[in-house]
């Protein structure tokens, strides 16, 4: 696996290195210890999936707070996805930064995304599926939301949502909520 960080410390956009042969490839998409030698030591307690019917379906921007923050492994396994994340720890250098990259099916390419940050994602085409291996149980006293519109971020999504939940549209802006 080829690590590579982003801007914002402690996230990794994660490429797969595939031996190929006439049967196709092989590859890994997960090893502990190559985790660890990029100072990723969290577990991967629970496994997630979303499958997303529509092209411009909008999930997100979710995170959890102590004592249940998690960091996740983000990878499209069909379709295709701009995932999103922002830096929400705020004593970091990058405090309320984002960061947006593709993923798809094809590409193979993985995020992780670090503890502190809040995360989400929009479908770039019809039926997408998303696995996310987090490092914490679901916790929903220690959900935060943010809105995925908040001018605070600035986010620049390629294209407009079409599909959003009630929840997901309903979050306030960050002035006007509480992080910790």
Sequence with gaps: MTFTETKLKGAFIIDVNFIEDERGFFGRSYCREEFLKHGITTPVLQTNMSHNKEKGTLRGMHMQIAPYLESKLVRCTRGAIYDVIIDMREDSDTYKQW???????????????????????????????????????????????????DPEFGIKWPLTPTIISKKDNAHALLEKTTVN
């Design 99 to 149: 960061i947006g990259v593709e993923l798809t099916g094809n590409n193979y390419r993985m995020l992780y995304v670090p503890e502190g940050f809040a995360h989400g994602f929009i479908t770039l085409v019809d039926n997408t599926d998303v696995t996310y291996q987090v490092s914490q149980y679901y916790a929903p006293t220690a959900e935060r939301c943010f809105r995925w519109d």
